[in-house]
């Protein structure tokens, strides 16, 4: 029998999970993760309000309740907790599955200003993860800047502009419910150092803004005109050609129109250079300055010399994420991935036995959920290439007992069952449907059958 560890609960770890259960009829899976709660980034990363991406971990869900995979919860990998060369011993492969786990910072001055901080930070407040910080983002804000123009830089200039009307039905922590119908935004500039053909949201996401409610989008024409795909964007791929027409249509109603609660800014060709502190405040940002910046003919971009300060008390970077090493595991720092030969992890360039990598930890951060499907397979394939070597080596038992033999106290599939209830009787709780729990605390006493 082939026992495999997966140390990652997101998309590519249960991909990986499921690719294997359906090629080999024999073999067990055990789906680690360091957190009491599965689904990574679904759980984590994907706004409250999507309830149709969200409803991935339904799919999610048939693969960790199948008859041969497990779900561990609350154990963590690493020199804190099983290290890597351990949990070696106790499987026969181990597929990591463990992500990008840090932001890309912008590398400029202020940056550690009080009031700046990168999106994820945002993103996981108001997703109740549990390692979160809990205050801090919005009081004192009138204006807020969002760096990049991706779909996470869209997701969280739309929660800022959100009411709590559009709020209350989702699963969002009655704490950041709290703290965004108290908040007192009224402006959010999204700025993009490149132009609207080379942004990387989707048009999906895009058009939301401009369906929020009491809300205001406003697109600068001068800067469209600047970028070479704006005048013909039929010559344009799909994507981007969708894109620069809904920013055109926006560009075209310039109309100060009614009075609204928010102004949407969408602002592009702008490269941030410095966060500037507040004028009362040393320690706050007050403003961020930005270069503007032209295409050089050759798909680049160069600096013009001409600058522009955007007033800001809030300032959230969104501008890609990096993997970060995990002690026991080789690692390229140059492009924050595991160094591989089709998923099987490369140590000093030779293939280490029963060691894969997938998800972002192997390719990087790119593409979206679907994209973990063939990135698992991938891996599994060579996994299966290699079962008959790996199999011939001995286990110590069944890997949960040792587990909990060596003072390990996994979260097993009825604890995550037990959070999903306590998590509903807190909705109930409060006039709302299911509201996360959002500290270590509680999440562990639910899952442990204590008081949350």
């Known amino acids: 029998m082939l026992r495999v560890a997966v140390v990652g609960s997101g998309p590519s770890g249960v991909y990986s999970a499921q690719s294997l ?10 789906v680690l993760d360091r957190l009491p709660c599965p689904y990574g980034l679904v759980r984590y990363g994907v706004a409250p309000d999507h309830e149709k991406i969200k409803s991935l971990q339904n799919t999610l869900r048939t693969v960790l309740e199948h008859d041969r995979v497990r779900f561990l919860g609350g154990v963590q990998i690493g020199p804190a907790g099983l290290p890597v060369t351990r949990l070696g ?44 910080v809990t ?13 990049g123009v991706g779909n996470v830089a869209v997701d969280v200039t739309r929660m800022l502009a959100r009411g709590v009307t559009e709020l209350s039905p989702t699963d969002m922590p009655q704490a950041a419910l709290s703290a965004l119908a108290a908040s007192e935004v009224t402006e959010v500039h999204m700025v993009g150092r490149r132009g609207p053909s080379q942004a990387r949201f989707t048009t999906k996401e895009l058009r939301e803004l401009g369906t929020l ?41 310039a109309a100060p ?6 102004r949407l800014r969408l602002r592009f060709h702008l490269r941030p250079v410095a966060l500037l502190p507040d004028a009362a405040d040393g320690d706050r940002v007050g403003a961020v300055r930005f270069e503007r910046t032209e295409p050089d003919g050759r798909g680049g971009l160069t600096g013009t010399g001409r600058y522009e300060e955007i007033e800001a ?27 591989h030969l089709a998923g099987r992890v490369l140590r000093e360039g030779v293939v280490a036995p029963g060691e894969y990598v997938a998800g972002w930890i192997k390719r990087g951060p790119t593409g979206v959920i679907g994209t973990n499907r063939p990135c698992a397979k991938e891996t599994v394939t060579s996994l299966l290439e290699d079962a008959p070597a790996l199999v011939r080596r001995e286990l110590p038992g069944d890997p949960l007992a040792v587990l909990r033999a060596e003072g390990h106290v996994p979260v097993e599939w009825s604890g995550w069952q037990a959070i ?21 605390g509680s999440l562990l006493a639910a899952a442990r059958g204590g008081t949350v």
Request: glycine share 10%.
């Open 257 to 262: 129109g009614d009075t609204v609660r928010h």
């Open 89 to 132: 011993e106790l499987y026969h492969a181990v597929v990591y599955c463990v992500g990008a786990a840090t932001d890309r910072r912008l590398g400029i001055p202020g940056e550690e200003l009080r009031g700046s901080w990168s999106a994820t930070e945002f993103v996981s407040w108001y997703s109740a993860h549990p390692d979160a």
């Open 420 to 440: 999903e209830q306590a998590e509903a009787e807190l909705g109930a709780s409060l006039g709302r449907s299911v509201v996360k729990l959002s500290d270590w």
């Open 21 to 30: 259960v359906q090629q080999d009829a024999g073999v067990r899976v055990d």
């Open 313 to 339: 008390q809030l300032v959230l970077r969104s501008v890609g994420y990096r993997g970060v090493p995990l002690e026991g595991l080789p690692f390229d720092a140059e492009h924050g991935t595991v160094p």
């Open 213 to 253: 409610p009491d809300t205001k989008v406003t697109v600068d024409r001068a800067e469209l005109e600047l970028d070479p795909g704006y005048a013909d964007p039929s010559a344009l791929p799909g994507p981007q050609r969708r894109n620069v027409e809904v920013l055109r249509g926006w560009a075209a109603d």
């Open 135 to 147: 205050d801090g983002f919005l009081p004192g804000v009138r204006t807020a800047v969002v760096i």
